[in-house]
């Protein structure tokens, strides 16, 4: 499925900046690569698998070679990574039989898309046939394929914290927690500007509000499932997703460039959720709150959007139009007419 928005190949996000003020940006780099380590460990280890025949989960990561960082120039944040990795996976048959297998992904990398990835799963010489071996090629290659795409996300959203933060005057500016680091690299980004934003009050940026609404052919308790559910989240995103459908609970879906948390859950009736795509300045959240209306044979569904930032409105409407309400019309057959 496409990326929300055109993307470049190498996860190209673009931060906005003032036209007037777009030379004072400077080089910034970080590297992301024993951060990485420690977040694909992390994914990786404890997952698990299991059928009619036993169960297989990722016991040790055997190695990990490769690289990551993120460079900031002229407020784009450009994402390199490139992974070699190993790992051994062991199984356990319902009759108790034990066996061990290894798995090999060799080219994790910002030029490759997720579905693009060669993730190769054996069984080790020693060992007999087991069907627990298909087991791992199938569902077990498709959480580790959904892991790494969530790495991925993590890389974007909660390694680049700090390396962007929009000031008043449209130039970006470093994080409090780490100005002074910042200002024994000769590498920081640096304003044209003495006066730095206030510690902690934010930055205020002009927004908008706005209403879509669109009706499905399908009752508001299914639709308002659609939208807590993971697997049908991943179904109609076609790619992988973390969604916890609860008050509080966070949501990260395509690809990790759209990313929030419910703050209130009426059922079947409202869901309101803090929203924001991942090259929206740092920390800012669009309220968006999704009603469930019941029209006899139909639902209508009308989403209010308040605090998007102007320069985001049309993406953010053709975003929603076409990665919500068009993917879950064709994913599920509730097509209906948009007005």
Same mark, same amino acid.
């Given at each position: 499925?496409?990326?929300w928005g055109e993307g470049d190949p190498r996860?190209?996000?673009?931060?906005?900046?003032?036209?007037?003020?777009?030379?004072?940006?400077?080089?910034?780099?970080?590297?992301?690569?024993?951060?990485?380590?420690?977040?694909?460990?992390?994914?990786?280890?404890?997952?698990? =698998?299991?059928?009619?025949?036993?169960?297989?989960?990722?016991?040790?990561?055997?190695?990990?070679?490769?690289?990551?960082?993120?460079?900031?120039?002229?407020?784009?944040?450009?994402?390199?990574?490139?992974?070699?990795?190993?790992?051994?996976?062991?199984?356990?048959?319902?009759?108790?039989?034990?066996?061990?297998?290894?798995?090999?992904v060799p080219n994790l990398s910002d030029e490759?898309?997720?579905e693009d990835l060669d993730i190769s799963i054996?069984?080790?010489?020693?060992?007999?046939?087991?069907?627990? =071996?298909?087991?791992?090629?199938?569902?077990?290659?498709?959480?580790?394929?959904?892991?790494?795409?969530?790495?991925?996300?993590?890389?974007?959203?909660?390694?680049?914290?700090?390396?962007?933060?929009?000031?008043?005057?449209?130039?970006?500016?470093?994080?409090?927690?780490?100005?002074?680091?910042?200002?024994?690299?000769?590498?920081?980004?640096?304003?044209?500007?003495?006066?730095?934003?206030?510690?902690?009050?934010?930055?205020?940026?002009?927004?908008?509000?706005?209403?879509?609404?669109?009706?499905?052919?399908?009752?508001?308790?299914?639709?308002?499932?659609?939208?807590?559910?993971?697997?049908?989240?991943?179904?109609?995103?076609?790619?992988?997703?973390?969604?916890?459908?609860?008050?509080?609970?966070?949501?990260?879906?395509?690809?990790?460039?759209?990313?929030?948390?419910?703050?209130?859950?009426?059922?079947?009736?409202?869901? =309101?959720?803090?929203?924001?795509?991942?090259?929206?300045?740092?920390?800012?959240?669009?309220?968006?709150?999704?009603?469930?209306?019941?029209?006899?044979?139909?639902?209508?569904?009308?989403?209010?959007?308040?605090?998007?930032?102007?320069?985001?409105?049309?993406?953010?409407?053709?975003?929603?139009?076409?990665?919500?309400?068009?993917?879950?019309?064709?994913?599920?057959?509730?097509?209906?007419?948009?007005?």
């Open positions: 499925m496409a990326k996860w190209i996000v673009e931060e906005r900046a003032d036209a007037t003020n777009v030379n004072n940006w400077h080089w910034t780099e970080r590297d992301a690569t024993n951060w990485s380590s420690d977040k694909l460990k992390s994914l990786l280890l404890g997952l698990s =698998v299991e059928n009619d025949e036993g169960a297989c989960e990722v016991t040790e990561v055997s190695k990990l070679e490769g690289e990551a960082s993120i460079n900031n120039r002229k407020g784009k944040l450009i994402f390199f990574y490139e992974w070699n990795l190993k790992a051994t996976w062991t199984g356990k048959s319902k009759t108790g039989v034990k066996y061990k297998g290894s798995i090999e490759n898309d997720m054996s069984l080790n010489k020693d060992e007999p046939d087991t069907p627990l =071996v298909h087991l791992m090629k199938t569902k077990g290659a498709e959480k580790i394929r959904e892991a790494l795409g969530s790495y991925v996300g993590f890389l974007k959203t909660e390694f680049t914290q700090g390396m962007i933060l929009p000031t008043a005057n449209g130039v970006a500016k470093p994080q409090s927690a780490s100005q002074s680091k910042a200002k024994q690299d000769k590498t920081q980004v640096s304003s044209g500007s003495s006066t730095a934003a206030p510690i902690n009050t934010g930055v205020k940026i002009p927004t908008c509000k706005f209403t879509i609404r669109d009706t499905f052919l399908t009752s508001p308790a299914e639709l308002y499932r659609v939208f807590l559910n993971q697997e049908m989240v991943q179904a109609f995103t076609r790619s992988p997703a973390t969604v916890d459908g609860e008050r509080g609970g966070k949501f990260r879906l395509l690809e990790g460039n759209v990313f929030g948390e419910f703050t209130e859950l009426v059922p079947d009736e409202k869901i =309101v959720m803090k929203w924001r795509f991942n090259n929206w300045p740092c920390e800012h959240y669009a309220t968006i709150t999704l009603m469930f209306l019941d029209r006899s044979n139909e639902t209508e569904l009308k989403v209010e959007y308040r605090g998007v930032p102007n320069s985001e409105e049309e993406q953010t409407k053709g975003g929603w139009k076409r990665y919500y309400f068009e993917a879950i019309k064709q994913t599920f057959g509730y097509g209906a007419r948009l007005f």
